[in-house]
């Protein structure tokens, strides 16, 4: 069976789970900077930053898999209306009646979707949060043995640090690349594969092919890992634009 073409659960979602998860970066942003600039001792200021970071992630993940229970709730809802058996005669009524008009997904394969992109959103997010923290204390180690050094390995601890940023990201990459690629298969979206892929080379480019860039800002050394740079953007700009191309070019997706 289909629902309304004017229903876009899919992409309403993705869409509102992006922003509230682009909030959570931009208030962890905020937060750093107003406990760094406050004076306070780096060491406590630290701590601090990471604990109300890491309170602000766990808030935006529950609070995105609460928005997707809700549309997992309404999908159910509107599916259990008509009988199982009764689902697939419906479908095939529906395509005969409003032909090109019907949605372009059936209620089943949303559902999947949805499911889909909650693993990724909720779960996959999780686990990248839990391994932020692992990659922090091994960056923090790495920094104190250099240290230790008397600074004899600055270099080395920045071609480090930026040789091993990526693996921070790409689990979470990985997943949310997944996720567009199941959405194109489904929608038979050629387009969609592409970006995918392109996407996934520029990172590896980043990843490997590009140096930490640095430069000074009122006085302080600020330095730019470009790996981290085109993640973001994958996680904010690419999905924002994945829902609005979905909300666009689909109906009800």
Same mark, same amino acid.
């Given at each position: 069976?289909?629902?309304?073409?004017?229903?876009?659960?899919?992409?309403?979602?993705?869409?509102?789970?992006?922003?509230?998860?682009?909030?959570?970066?931009?208030?962890?942003?905020?937060?750093?900077?107003?406990?760094?600039?406050?004076?306070?001792?780096?060491?406590?200021?630290?701590?601090?930053?990471?604990?109300?970071?890491?309170?602000?992630?766990?808030?935006?993940?529950?609070?995105?898999?609460?928005?997707?229970l809700i549309a997992l709730h309404k999908i159910n809802r509107y599916i259990a209306v008509i009988p199982e058996?009764?689902?697939?005669?419906?479908?095939?009524?529906?395509?005969e009646t409003f032909g090109k008009n019907v949605s372009n997904l059936n209620a089943e394969i949303i559902r999947?979707?949805?499911?889909?992109?909650?693993?990724?959103?909720?779960g996959v997010q999780l686990m990248y949060e839990v391994f932020s923290q692992v990659y922090r204390l091994f960056? @923090? /180690? &790495?920094?104190?043995?250099? $240290? #230790? !050094?008397?600074? *004899?390995?600055?270099?080395?601890?920045?071609?480090?640090?930026?040789?091993?940023?990526?693996?921070?990201?790409?689990?979470?990459?990985?997943?949310?690349?997944?996720?567009?690629?199941?959405?194109?298969?489904?929608?038979?979206?050629?387009? @969609? /594969? &592409?970006?995918?892929?392109? $996407? #996934? !080379?520029?990172? *590896?480019?980043?990843?490997?092919?590009?140096?930490?860039?640095?430069?000074?800002?009122?006085?302080?050394?600020?330095?730019?890992?470009?790996?981290?740079?085109?993640?973001?953007?994958?996680?904010?700009?690419?999905?924002?634009?994945?829902? @609005?191309? &979905?909300?666009?070019?689909?109906?009800?997706?």
């Open positions: 069976m289909y629902i309304s073409p004017k229903k876009h659960l899919l992409s309403n979602v993705i869409l509102l789970v992006t922003l509230i998860r682009f909030i959570s970066f931009a208030m962890s942003g905020a937060v750093r900077v107003m406990i760094r600039s406050g004076g306070m001792a780096p060491d406590m200021a630290d701590e601090m930053v990471w604990r109300i970071q890491s309170g602000i992630a766990i808030l935006s993940v529950l609070i995105s898999a609460c928005v997707f058996e009764e689902r697939a005669e419906l479908a095939v009524l529906q395509e999947k979707l949805l499911e889909t992109w909650f693993v990724i959103f909720v960056a @923090l /180690k &790495l920094y104190d043995a250099i $240290a #230790a !050094s008397g600074g *004899l390995m600055t270099d080395a601890y920045t071609t480090l640090y930026n040789l091993s940023h990526s693996f921070k990201y790409q689990g979470l990459l990985i997943a949310l690349l997944l996720g567009v690629i199941m959405t194109a298969i489904f929608l038979d979206d050629k387009t @969609l /594969k &592409l970006v995918a892929i392109l $996407a #996934a !080379s520029i990172y *590896l480019l980043s990843s490997t092919g590009l140096e930490m860039a640095t430069f000074s800002v009122m006085g302080r050394d600020v330095g730019i890992v470009w790996s981290s740079v085109i993640f973001h953007m994958i996680d904010t700009i690419g999905m924002i634009c994945l829902a @609005l191309y &979905l909300r666009v070019r689909y109906r009800g997706v």
